[in-house]
């Protein structure tokens, strides 16, 4: 009996969870010749495992979802597993290990997000942009709130060095 995960006479699908990519990502995939299945706004265990099964696919790209066991066990072509963010925290990774099926994660691929956002938050907190902008709204910014501190001569440390800190 052939294995399926190794026949190389089949064409590879992959399934993206979620509603599309990048047009550049999407087309080095079509471009290598695969074809690509989305599972749109429908990303529960269930709807990933049966489009899975339904396709046969030989790898997912996860944008949103959970992966278990279940959505590991739908095709019996599955070869990797690719989380378009960094962390492995909707994949279950001891299952994936278990059926030796690779786990990719895209290491800093949101880190300038994040610390855009980081720098974002950390002003707002610290010129008490919520409850000014509340104040206001509700027509009583004079006097109600006391002010905030400036930002000269105050000191910001980073911890840590992975890609968000840097």
Do not use: C
Not at 17 to 35: F, I, K, P, V
Not at 41 to 51: D, K, L, Q, V
Not at 99 to 115: D, K, Q
Not at 127 to 148: M, Q, T
């Amino acid at each position: 009996m052939n294995d399926p995960r190794s026949d190389a006479v089949l064409e590879e699908s992959v399934l993206v969870t979620g509603e599309a990519l990048d047009a550049q990502a999407h087309r080095l995939l079509l471009d290598a010749g695969l074809r690509v299945h989305f599972t749109g706004s429908s990303t529960g265990p269930g709807e990933i495992a049966a489009r899975a099964s339904r396709e046969q696919v030989g790898a997912i790209i996860v944008r949103s979802g959970t992966i278990d066991e279940a959505v590991l066990r739908a095709s019996e072509r599955m070869r990797v597993i690719a989380n378009h963010g960094a962390g492995y925290d909707a994949i279950d990774v001891e299952a994936a290990t278990r059926r030796r099926i690779p786990v990719f994660v895209a290491y800093g691929r949101n880190a300038r997000s994040v610390a855009e956002l980081a720098l974002a938050m950390i002003v707002s907190l610290h010129k008490r942009l919520i409850p000014f902008d509340r104040s206001v709204r509700e027509g009583r910014w004079r006097g109600s709130i006391a002010l905030p501190t400036e930002f000269s001569e105050k000191t910001l440390g980073i911890v840590g060095f992975g890609p968000t800190g840097r």
